[in-house]
């Protein structure tokens, strides 16, 4: 073979091979392909979120005292009513009979007690007229025994007949209350939030521990407040006068400022062992609008704490992962636990770093420790997180970075 020709062939061989080489380089690089972001720092807005409904700060349940028939009802839902505004009456005939039968039986009582104090005082006349006979010998002993004995019995006759006067008069008023109670008057400036009887229904009052019929409520609706249900993991965090965003239903597309003016010290009763167990929370909405209704479904985002220029990481960044506990640190050697981390982009490896996390915010964590700043975080896929180990190599997703899903600058 000429020797042009072995050079042209060696040439084209190496040729060849540079191409192979740079084709397969180019081709993939080592690893999983990850996304990444600077780990910088953040203001963070911690906040707890829940479900509740609107109801008035100030309300009253109105319900009967006494059984009877609606014979007047002067109110309807919606209407505005003043403190001491007639609203409904029960049928009062039999309050009004029995009301008039306890003023006589009074009045005949306090005949008695004063026909007594008058027999007392004659009584006591004699007995002071044969008292002193008795000291000048003009009557024996025995009829001053017998002046003695009818004083004390006047004085028992007099004591009894006031008693029985008084108890006289304390059913009659008694028997007034009870007239009373078949007219029903607001107890507040409000409105009619519900009617639950009609004219001609009976009333029906509570019995022992079970609350009597709702007839009518109102409410003051110019003081507004979401009752809200907040779960165990979170109540710890909610404070009275924190800040609240509340959102109504009934009113898409607006946000409402709020603040806390009350927080459960008891949970909500469940009505099922399934239930979560929750607290209620009262949000008072510093700005209603006027028309309002009492029941309107509502969410409140319930600010707890705020941190400026915070370190932060992403939420999806952060990793469990279990490691063996060691011999002496007071556990069984052995036993698993949990560490909290997050991955890091080393030299073209994945580098599990432990952290310690602190405020959570919308979408992103507090770290109080295992980080400085500026490192290059491991933010995803979730499933590549999931499964990566510490060392595994990685590289960028250049196509995830090119979507604007990349690395970002601190």
């Not at 042009?4 to 190496?14: P, R």
């Not at 949000?283 to 600010?303: C, H, M, W, Y």
């Amino acid at each position: 073979m000429k020797r042009k020709q072995k050079f042209a062939l060696v040439g084209g061989g190496v040729a060849v091979l540079v191409l192979f080489s740079v084709a397969m380089a180019s081709r993939g690089e080592k690893g999983q392909a990850v996304q990444v972001a600077k780990v910088d720092r953040q203001d963070l807005q911690a906040k707890v979120s829940a479900n509740g409904k609107i109801q008035a700060v100030t309300k009253a349940d109105i319900s009967a005292n006494l059984v009877g028939q609606v014979t007047r009802l002067a109110v309807r839902e919606g209407d505005s009513v003043k403190k001491g505004q007639f609203l409904m009456e029960i049928d009062p005939r039999n309050a009004r009979a029995n009301s008039e039968a306890m003023e006589a039986n009074m009045r005949a009582a306090q005949s008695d007690y004063a026909s007594a104090r008058a027999t007392l005082a004659q009584v006591r006349s004699d007995f002071e007229r044969s008292q002193a006979n008795h000291k000048a010998g003009i009557i024996s002993a025995a009829e001053f025994e017998k002046a003695r004995t009818a004083l004390e019995t006047a004085k028992a006759s007099e004591e009894s007949s006031r008693r029985r006067a008084e108890q006289a008069q304390a059913t009659r008023n008694q028997s007034k209350v009870g007239l009373a109670y078949t007219t029903i008057t607001s107890p507040i400036d409000g409105v009619v939030t519900a009617r639950r009887i009609e004219l001609g229904e009976t009333a029906v009052p509570g019995i022992q521990n079970q609350a009597g019929t709702v007839l009518l409520t109102i409410s003051d609706m110019s003081r507004i407040e979401a009752e809200m249900e907040v779960d165990e993991a979170s109540i710890p965090n909610v404070k009275v006068d924190q800040e609240a965003q509340v959102r109504i239903d009934a009113y898409p597309n607006q946000l409402f400022q709020g603040i806390v003016t009350e927080v459960g010290g008891s949970p909500i009763l469940k009505l099922s062992q399934n239930e979560a167990t929750k607290f209620k929370v009262k949000v008072r909405i510093k700005n209603p609008p006027l028309t309002i209704k009492p029941g309107l479904s509502a969410q409140a985002d319930i600010f707890t704490g705020r941190r400026e220029k915070a370190l932060a990481v992403p939420f999806q960044a952060i990793v469990m992962r279990d490691i063996k506990r060691k011999p002496g640190d007071g556990t069984a050697p052995g036993a698993p636990k949990e560490e909290e981390g997050v991955y890091l982009m080393d030299n073209g490896k994945a580098k599990f770093a432990p952290v310690k996390t602190g405020m959570i915010g919308d979408l992103s964590v507090e770290v109080l420790g295992g980080l400085n700043g500026g490192e290059s975080l491991i933010t995803g896929p979730n499933r590549i997180l999931r499964e990566l180990k510490d060392g595994d190599p990685v590289h960028v997703d250049k196509k995830a970075k090119k979507d604007g899903k990349g690395e970002k600058k601190g």
